[in-house]
């Protein structure tokens, strides 16, 4: 809402996945085609953010760390899509929130209000990551949109073979999350 409280609110959108045919990347543009009006999506690719190193760190953040962050600072609130991996968070994933929550106590994700979302070609939609993923976010103070929960079970059957969504109950939850995302960026802004 540009520091203002007036304009469009800017989220910034990201799926746990590196894989060009990922369901979770594919979920996220479609979150992108189906914003409310008065709602911008950025997306950002998590590919080349190297594994946390605190050495690293030490000597700055590197370049796509440092876009990632200010991607973040940018954006009023984020959108986040994450695969399930042995019924937790993908270490692509986590170790992006890893980054971001640095330096401790003035990151950019800090108090950002989030909504998170995930795909899976299994039956539980990604229930078991998306439990673990707000729990790091809690680490980092975000308020989180509750409900609805966006958790596509069976995403074989929700996607063609280009991965666009094709699912119009699926399309019409993401687009309540961000309704729902919309609203919370609203609150936290007043
Ligand atoms: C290492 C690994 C672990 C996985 N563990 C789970 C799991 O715990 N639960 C689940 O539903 N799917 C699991 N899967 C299947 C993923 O849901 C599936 O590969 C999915 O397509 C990954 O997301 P993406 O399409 O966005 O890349 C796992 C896949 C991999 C590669």
Redesign the pocket.
Known sequence: MNGTGSGDIRILAF?????K??????LVRAAAEAAPDGMEVEIFGLEGIPLFDGDVEAKGFPERVEAFHEAIERADGLLI?T??????V?GVLKNAIDWASRPPGKATILGKPVAIMG????????A??QAQLRQALVYNRCPMVLQPEVLVAK?KERFDEDRRLTHDATRGFVRRLLEELGELVRRHAT
Not at 15 to 19: M, Q, V
Not at 83 to 88: A, D, F, I, K, R
Not at 119 to 126: D, E, H, K, S, Y
């Open positions: 799926a746990g996945s590196l894989r045919a990922s369901y979770n990347r594919a899509s695969p399930e991996y042995q019924h937790g993908p795909a899976t070609p299994g039956m539980w939609g990604t078991r990551a995403a």
